[in-house]
């Protein structure tokens, strides 16, 4: 079993987006990224995750949105080529989608699956969850056991990256989530001249080096990733 060690910078291969960053994300960390569908979100944890897999990290991706085939297109619409990584065995894909209705029972037994999954991944370095917001009609205390158990995954020396949606969890279980943190990053979007852009702003980052930026504008480029604007912004 691994032991929390000393933090340990990973940059996510955007040399602007490190610079910002002061080198790039700290491992091991629970991060979490809150933010209205199409602030960039996705974006944020795609960017991390590429950057554990070129330091050659193992990782996991638990999606609530697609197959892993489907994840593998969207990421590289975004800018993002993971395939590589896939079929070299570098990372895994498990999808949350329920084909049917997602009632209660089924949001329940998929957050003590996720529960599982989390106390289960040695010698894996990161997790990814997009988004917990799927499993908001599970119950409360199994739903905290869930999150709480990506915390213990941290603590054994991993990083967990949950996306988060906001007014989807209870104030109370966001606000335990938040406290448990050890990253809170937001995005949103903004104004540039008539354009919309998207704005990371972080709040918490534990470990991170110094002259971390709180705010960075970005918008994501199917060609290259995520692509930095500097330039100052109002929100929209």
Same mark, same amino acid.
């Given at each position: 079993m691994r032991v929390m060690s000393s933090i340990e910078i990973i940059p996510t291969g955007n040399e602007e987006f490190d610079l910002k960053l002061g080198g790039g994300f700290p491992h091991p960390s629970f991060i979490v990224v809150e933010g209205d569908h199409g602030s960039g979100k996705t974006a944020i944890v795609l960017l991390i995750? +590429?950057?554990? /897999?070129?330091?050659?990290?193992?990782?996991?991706?638990?999606?609530?949105?697609?197959?892993?085939?489907?994840?593998?297109?969207?990421?590289?619409?975004?800018?993002?080529?993971?395939?590589?990584? =896939?079929?070299?065995?570098?990372?895994?894909?498990?999808?949350?989608? =329920?084909?049917?209705? /997602?009632? +209660?029972? $089924? %949001?329940?037994?998929?957050? +003590?699956?996720?529960?599982?999954?989390?106390?289960? /991944?040695?010698? =894996?370095?990161? $997790?990814? $969850?997009?988004?917990?917001? =799927?499993?908001?009609?599970?119950?409360?205390?199994?739903?905290?056991?869930?999150?709480? %158990?990506?915390?213990?995954?941290?603590?054994?020396?991993?990083?967990?990256? $949950?996306? /988060?949606?906001?007014?989807?969890?209870?104030?109370?279980?966001?606000?335990?989530?938040?406290?448990?943190?050890d990253g809170i990053l937001k995005t949103s979007v903004a104004v540039v001249g008539g354009r919309r852009v998207k704005v990371l702003s972080i709040l918490k980052l534990r470990g991170a080096p110094p002259g971390i930026e709180s705010s960075i504008t970005f918008d994501v480029d199917p060609a290259f990733g995520i692509k930095l604007i500097p330039i100052m912004v109002s929100h929209a």
């Open positions: 995750l +590429k950057g554990f /897999l070129l330091k050659g990290k193992k990782s996991v991706v638990v999606t609530s949105e697609s197959s892993p085939r489907e994840f593998l297109i969207k990421a590289s619409a975004s800018g993002f080529e993971l395939k590589d990584f =896939y079929i070299k065995g570098l990372f895994r894909i498990f999808t949350m989608r =329920y084909p049917g209705e /997602l009632t +209660k029972e $089924i %949001s329940d037994f998929i957050a +003590k699956r996720l529960s599982e999954l989390a106390l289960s /991944l040695d010698g =894996y370095d990161l $997790i990814v $969850i997009d988004s917990i917001s =799927y499993l908001n009609e599970a119950d409360e205390s199994i739903l905290y056991e869930a999150i709480a %158990s990506l915390k213990k995954f941290a603590e054994k020396g991993g990083t967990a990256t $949950i996306t /988060l949606h906001p007014n989807t969890l209870s104030e109370e279980l966001v606000t335990k989530m938040k406290n448990m943190a």
